[in-house]
T-cell receptor, first 111, second 113 residues
Framework: DAKTTQPTSMDCAEGRAANLPCNHS???????VYWYRQIHSQGPQYIIH???NNETNEMASLIITEDRKSSTLILPHATLRDTAVYYC????????????FGTGTRLTIIP | DAGVIQSPRHEVTEMGQEVTLRCKPI?????LFWYRQTMMRGLELLIY????????DSGMPEDRFSAKMPNASFSTLKIQPSEPRDSAVYFC???????????FGPGTRLTVL
C-alpha cells in the first residue's frame, strides 16, 4: 500500500463543512483512495472511495487532485456525531490487496 | 440487515485460559476479516477469508491464535493459551465483491488478567 499522511487532529464548528486532507504522493495508477471513520468505542465505518474522479454520497464528498497525490474528504454540514477518527487509505481492488489503517485524523466537532 | 454480529461483547479471562471470539457476517458477504486494535499498535489485520477459505493469515501473531470459518455465516477466532498482551478490541468485518469496502462489527473487548 502507498503511504498516506494525515494531520493528527482537527477541530470544526458544528454546522460548518469539515475538510480533511490526505497526502498520498506515492499512489500508483491502480490504487483507490478509501476513507473510513471510527467513532469512539465502535468499529470502523466505510465512508467513501474514489480512483480519480470526485465522488459524492449521502455521507461525504471526496475530492482527488488531478495528479492524485492528495485528496480531501468533505463533510458538508458537520454535526457532533461526526466526531471520530478519520482514516485515509490507499489500496487497489486487485488480488489479495488489504486495507492498512494508519493513525488517522482525530476530528472534533465543536458545538 | 442486522449488520455484523460479534459475541461476546466483553470478555475477561485469566492468563492461560482459552478464549473464543465469534462472528456472524452480513448475509451474502463472501469476505470475512478479523482485526485487532490496541492503543500501541492501532488497527491490525489478523486474517481474512474468501468463500470460507483463509486467504491471508500473515497478521496472526503466533501459533496461539487460530481462526476458522466452517460456513458462510459463522467464524471463530481462538486464542489458546491467552496472555495479558492479547488484551485488545477484536473486530470482525465482512464484505462483498470489493475487498476494501468492509462492514465492521461492534467488536469484542478482551481483557486477559
Amino acid at each position: 500500500d502507498a503511504k498516506t499522511t494525515q494531520p493528527t487532529s482537527m477541530d470544526c464548528a458544528e454546522g460548518r463543512a469539515a475538510n480533511l486532507p490526505c497526502n498520498h504522493s506515492t499512489i500508483s495508477g491502480n490504487e483507490y483512495v478509501y476513507w473510513y471513520r471510527q467513532i469512539h468505542s465502535q468499529g470502523p465505518q466505510y465512508i467513501i472511495h474514489g480512483l480519480k474522479n470526485n465522488e459524492t454520497n449521502e455521507m461525504a464528498s471526496l475530492i482527488i487532485t488531478e495528479d492524485r497525490k492528495s485528496s480531501t474528504l468533505i463533510l458538508p454540514h458537520a454535526t457532533l456525531r461526526d466526531t471520530a477518527v478519520y482514516y485515509c487509505i490507499v489500496s487497489s481492488n486487485f488480488g489479495n490487496e488489504k486495507l492498512t489503517f494508519g493513525t488517522g485524523t482525530r476530528l472534533t466537532i465543536i458545538p | 440487515d442486522a449488520g455484523v454480529i460479534q459475541s461476546p461483547r466483553h470478555e475477561v479471562t485469566e492468563m492461560g485460559q482459552e478464549v473464543t471470539l465469534r462472528c456472524k457476517p452480513i448475509s451474502g458477504h463472501d469476505y470475512l476479516f478479523w482485526y485487532r486494535q490496541t492503543m500501541m499498535r492501532g488497527l491490525e489485520l489478523l486474517i481474512y477469508f474468501n468463500n470460507n477459505v483463509p486467504i491471508d493469515d500473515s497478521g496472526m501473531p503466533e501459533d496461539r491464535f487460530s481462526a476458522k470459518m466452517p460456513n458462510a455465516s459463522f467464524s471463530t477466532l481462538k486464542i489458546q493459551p491467552s496472555e495479558p498482551r492479547d488484551s485488545a478490541v477484536y473486530f470482525c468485518a465482512s464484505g462483498r465483491d470489493r475487498v476494501n469496502e468492509q462492514f465492521f462489527g461492534p467488536g469484542t473487548r478482551l481483557t486477559v488478567l
